[in-house]
């Protein structure tokens, strides 16, 4: 298996339709905490950064997950920081980084989306919720070599909660 090391539940191999239980019974096999909010996105934090499990399409047929670097950076630093974001995104596939202007500072954000119209395996569950933490986690890393003050903050304040 990937990064966890337990799928949720059922036969190896079978396709069945995604759905919050099977995300929600992934994350409860292998001992992550989660909430689920008024929308009923499945939400988390992993290494201090913020990651939801979106079910997206018409028949909520898409699992996207979506983390965001949780560090303060001025929006002054736009320029260097789609910089970092595209040098990133020209080597790797997945998942798609992007930044974003939110007021007085900037967000960025790993994202991973992929279609189980047809259903999913546990083991894909594992393979997709693997790779998007693994390389958004790495990305993630690498920023906090790039912004190390920003960082530190964060990180104190977040060990404080």
Known sequence: MGFFNKPASGPAGVLAP????????????NGMRYGVDDDGDIGGYWDGHLFFFFRLGEGEELLQIRGRWNR????????????????????????????????????????HTVDYRHGVTDEQIDLHVTATFSTALAFFERLDEAYPEQAAAAKAAFDQE
């Open 72 to 111: 303060r950076v001025e929006v002054s630093e736009l320029d260097a920081m789609l910089r970092l974001v595209n040098d990133w995104n020209a080597d790797r596939l997945w998942p798609k980084l992007y930044v974003r202007v939110e007021e007085d500072v900037l967000g960025v954000y790993a994202e």
């Open 18 to 29: 995604l759905s919050a239980e099977r995300i929600t019974g992934y994350l409860d096999a």
